[in-house]
Structure formats: structure tokens, C-alpha cells
């Protein structure tokens, strides 16, 4: 009877030693419900990974709910480590700023809080910046939300301008034969002083017979450069200066064209450096004179 009672009394320690045990803290218990954070969405509102230009502020809403236990802090981290507080600012909803990371949250706030915070991006072309938003309640249990942040400098352009011009053969009449691509005027073509704004000159007659004698050959003149430009170029869908300049630099120098046909397109760079997409529109051989002609497309 003696060993039932103090079997008795044994069960009855180790069910008391269990119960003891089983009310601990809600941070090892695999149901307890943490607090929720979302990010408010809206006109000027970061809710999720987006880019943005160097130094470009961040705005964000975060609203935070209690779950079992009350929450105690809030705090914001960029890269897994705690923002400087000087790149941020935190305002709640009675207009007051909150000049701390991590903050402690007191009064109702440990229930809810909706914060209206800015942060200064990050002023490095090409870098991703994680950051954080994570809650902890007085229990241990911490909710967090990310996004990623890239920064990246804007691409300016600048529209091409566009313009046409006519050059005709340099056998016909004086003052004839070269062209200014600036701003598509026919000039003089004379090879040894040829008009000082021109960058092209045709190159005129073989000597033949009139209505077969014209080359319908260009080269460039006064220390203007011509090229080929590269087979992937297009004149037609060329639209920005700095597109033109990209299609240059892949061009081929040639000292003169072949025979110049309808639709051929070259590059030319003046000595000012303003470079020009050209695209023959019409080659117009006149067999009873020397004013044949071309009709140029002119980017620049």
C-alpha cells in the first residue's frame, strides 16, 4: 500500500512539473500570432522594389497591428543593419517626428500606428539596397516586410534634328557641286578651296559621253570625315543625338563613295564634330546636261 501511495504522489510531481512548464513565454509557442505590418498604398508610395534616381527620397506608409502581444519596437534597416537615423524620417499620425531607429512604441501605438517615413536613397549608379520594416512585440515575435531599391541615373536624349538638302554634280554650274549638311544648302565643290561651311562635294564627271559621264561619286571636304555605317544602323528609326553619336563611333572611314544609289545612307562628322546621318532619297541623272542631282534626308 506504502509503494502505491508514493507511486501516487510521484505522478502527481511529474503532471504538476508539466503544467509549470507548458505556460511559458508565447515566443516558443508555434501558434502565437505576431503583429502585422503592411505598407499603405497610394499616390507617392513605395510599397514594393522599384528604382529611383541617386539621392531620390523614398516615401513609405507602414501601419502596424498588435497580434497576441502588445508590440514594443519598431525599427528600419537597410542591408540587414540599422539605418542612420539622419537619412531618415518618421511622422506619426498626429504630425509629431520621431527622430529615433529602432523605435520604442508606447501608449496605443503598441497596439496600432500607421508612420509616414521618408528615406534618402542611396546616390550610387547601379546599386540595390534591401531595406526593412520589422515590428517586435513584447514577446519576441518580430514580423518584417522588404523591398529593393535600385538606383540608376537617368539616360538623357536629346531628338535629332532633321532637315533635307540637294547636291548636285560638281561639272555643273559654278557655285554647284558641294553641300552644307548644317543646314542643307548646295555650295561650291572646288577641291582645293571649296566653300568653307560644306562637308560633302560630289566628285563629278569621267570625261564621257554627256548623258553617262557623271560618277555619282561624294567625298567628304573640308576636313570632314564619311563612313559607312555599321549593318545595323538605320537612318529611318535614327531619332536621338546620342544614338547618332553611337552609330558613328561604329562606322568604317572611306576616303570616297562607290556609286552613289537610292537609299544608301552614310555618316559624316564636320570638323566641328557635329556628326549627320545622310540617306539619298532620289539620284536624278539629267542626260542633256550636268545638273544631275541628288536628294539628301539629313539627321543631325
Known sequence: ?????A????????????????????????????????????????TGDATIEPNEIITVQVNGVAGDARMATFSIEEDGNILNANRIT????????????????????????????????RDMDGTSNTYGFSIEDRDGVITTETFTITIEVPVVTTPVDSIGGVLFNSAGPVGTGGIDLDTGTGTGSGQTMPAPDS?????????????QNWLQKIAPINNAVLRTPD???????????????????????????????????????????????????????????NDDNYVISIKK
Do not use: H, W
Open 1 to 5: 500500500m506504502k509503494k502505491l501511495n
Open 199 to 211: 562637308e560633302l562635294r560630289d566628285l563629278g564627271i569621267d570625261g564621257g559621253q554627256l548623258d
Open 90 to 121: 518618421v511622422t506619426d499620425l498626429n504630425a509629431m517626428d520621431i527622430t529615433a531607429n529602432p523605435i520604442s512604441l508606447s501608449g496605443d501605438e503598441r497596439d496600432n500606428f500607421t508612420y509616414l517615413i521618408t528615406i534618402i536613397g
Open 7 to 46: 507511486l501516487i504522489v510521484l505522478l502527481a510531481l511529474l503532471a504538476s512539473v508539466t503544467i509549470f512548464t507548458g505556460c511559458g513565454g508565447d515566443e516558443d509557442d508555434p501558434l502565437a500570432v505576431g503583429p502585422t505590418l503592411t505598407f499603405g498604398a497610394g499616390a507617392g508610395f513605395t
Open 231 to 289: 549593318p545595323t544602323f538605320s537612318f529611318a528609326t535614327t531619332a536621338t543625338k546620342e544614338a547618332l553619336a553611337a552609330s558613328y563611333a561604329l562606322g568604317t572611314d572611306i576616303m570616297e563613295s562607290e556609286k552613289i544609289s537610292e537609299g544608301d545612307e552614310f555618316l559624316v562628322q564636320n570638323a566641328a564634330g557635329t556628326i549627320f546621318a545622310i540617306r539619298f532619297d532620289e539620284v536624278n541623272v539629267t542626260p542633256s546636261d
